[in-house]
């Protein structure tokens, strides 16, 4: 039997206790300057395995719905009315430091909602690490789509630049399935929506009436006042199940894929 190190080796082969004591103390020694060389490696795997623990676990095969949006529109509120999910609530603009996992029980099926750090107004080289979090999700989940727009004035960015993030947005991930809703909507005055003559034209007439009113067919809601929430877990319950739908169907173009190769 070959010996796996010289150190164990020699110690096997003394001839009396303090012999051995000796040489297991050589052994040691030499263990101690490897770590000390080396121990950075060691503490990076060990922080490595503590990220990994603290994040959340997702079922591909369970219909997801990820809440999307600017920072501070509300989605934290909603995603505590929705599901099992307690994300920390603040009354100052504050934003999702990661990625919240929920669970939304409805009609005895379960589904799984993420929370995600907010999105600013700006081009995907300037982003930070959270606001790329959330596009990785999106990219990379098979998850349907809550968008929250706040029109209040409350969260800290402009109806008119949450337009564009939301333009934006919806045209990069037009495959997913899709609900928008209006938070905080009894802050909203009720006035019509009018247009003056330089308005006319199609990018300025969605604008002034995403000011107002939010995108078309959106939902408005209140968790405040509870405006809306039981037409909100009606739709997202709709949303989901198409969800689980998309899903079994990928999947089985999956399997029929692999049995014809």
Known sequence: ?????????????????????????????????????????????????????????????????????????????????????KPEICNYPFTTRGILMGHINLSYQNFQVTDTPGILRRCDEDRNNLEKLTLAVLTHLPTAVLYVHDLSGECGMSP??????????RERFSSHIW???????????????????????????????YRKMGPDGALNVSVKN??????????????????????KNQKSKEEELEVSS
């Open 1 to 85: 039997m070959r010996c796996k190190s010289s150190h164990s080796c020699n110690l096997l082969q003394s001839l009396s206790k303090r012999e051995a004591e000796e040489r297991l103390n050589e052994g040691l020694t030499r263990v101690e300057e490897i770590f000390d060389r080396d121990g950075k490696v060691v503490d990076e795997l060990l922080n490595i395995a503590k990220t990994l623990r603290a994040m959340p676990v997702v079922d591909l095969e369970t219909p997801t719905l990820c809440l999307v949006g600017a920072p501070n529109v509300g989605k934290s509120s909603l995603v505590r009315v929705l599901s099992t999910g």
């Open 226 to 247: 509870e405006i809306g929430l039981h037409e909100l877990k009606k739709r997202v319950y709709e949303l989901l199940i198409s969800q689980a739908e998309r899903i």
């Open 160 to 169: 008119s630049d949450q337009f564009v993030i939301y333009k934006e947005m």
């Open 179 to 209: 609900l928008d809703v209006v938070s905080k909507c009894d802050l909203l005055q009720a006035s019509p929506v009018i247009f003056a003559t330089d308005d006319c034209n199609v990018d300025n007439f969605e604008l002034v009436r």
